[in-house]
C-alpha cells in the first residue's frame, strides 16, 4: 500500500519534476557560458606571459553578449574590442593635439601615433572580415600590426629622456587586446585543426 501510494505520488511529481531539470540545464548552459570567459583566460594566461587573467576575464565580460558566446563568438568579440578601443584612442590622440603645450618633439610622437592609429583602424576592420572567413594567417598578421602599431607608438616617446607618453595605459591596452585576439585565434585553429 505504502509502495503504492509513493509510485503514484513520483508519478504526479514527474511532469514538475522534469520541468525543472529544464531549467536546471538552462541554468547550467548559462553558467557554462560565463566559465568559457573564465577558462579561456585562464587557459590564454597561462600559454601567453602577455596576457594577465583579470585582463581578459574583465574586459571579455564588459563586452555586450560576451556570456552567450561560444569560442569563435568570443575570438570575434575579442576583435571588435580592438577596434572599438584603436578607434577611440585615435579620436583621443585628435583632441592631445589641439592642445599648443606640447613640446615640438612630443607633437611629433603624437603626430606619428595618429598616423599609427589611422592605419590601425582599416587593419582591424580587415582582421573581422579574415577572422569571420576563417583566413586566421591573415587575422594573424592584421592583428599583429596593431600590436605593432602600439610598440611603435609607445617607444617614439621613450627616445628620448624627459618625455613622458601620454598614451601609456591605451598602447598598453591595445597591445594587450591583441595578443588574447591573437591567442584565440590559435586555439581556435588548434580545435579544428
Ligand atoms: C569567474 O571567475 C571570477 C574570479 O576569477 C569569479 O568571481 C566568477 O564567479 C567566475 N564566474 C564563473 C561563472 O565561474
Ligand atoms: C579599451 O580596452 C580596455 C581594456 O579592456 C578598457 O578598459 C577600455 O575601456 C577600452 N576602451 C574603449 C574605448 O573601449
Known amino acids: 500500500m505504502r509502495k503504492q501510494h509513493s509510485s503514484s505520488c ?31 583566460c585562464k587557459t590564454l594566461a597561462g600559454s601567453n606571459p602577455n596576457i594577465d587573467y583579470n585582463f581578459c576575464r574583465t574586459s571579455l565580460q564588459a563586452a555586450p553578449a560576451s556570456q552567450c558566446a561560444a569560442l569563435q563568438g568570443l575570438g570575434m568579440i575579442s576583435i571588435r574590442l580592438i577596434r572599438y ?25 603624437l603626430n606619428d601615433c595618429f598616423d599609427l592609429f589611422s592605419d590601425a583602424i582599416p587593419s582591424v576592420k580587415e582582421a573581422m572580415k579574415s577572422f569571420n572567413a576563417k583566413r586566421f594567417d591573415d587575422a594573424n598578421v592584421q592583428i599583429t600590426s596593431i600590436m605593432d602599431a602600439s610598440t611603435t607608438c609607445e617607444d617614439g616617446f621613450k627616445d628620448r629622456t624627459g618625455v613622458v607618453s601620454p598614451l601609456t595605459k591605451r598602447n598598453d591596452d591595445a597591445f594587450r587586446l591583441s595578443a588574447i585576439a591573437l591567442s584565440f585565434m590559435r586555439i581556435i585553429q588548434t580545435r579544428s585543426a
Do not use: E, G
Not at 536546471?24 to 573564465?38: E, G, H, M, R, T
Not at 578601443?85 to 610622437?109: A, E, F, M
Open 85 to 109: 578601443n584603436v578607434t577611440d584612442t585615435r579620436c583621443s590622440i585628435k583632441q592631445l593635439l589641439r592642445n599648443k603645450r606640447w613640446d615640438p618633439y612630443t607633437r611629433q610622437c
Open 10 to 40: 513520483s508519478s504526479h511529481l514527474f511532469p514538475p519534476s522534469s520541468m525543472m531539470m529544464m531549467m536546471i540545464i538552462i541554468l547550467f548552459q548559462v553558467c557554462s557560458a560565463q566559465n568559457l570567459i573564465n577558462s579561456t
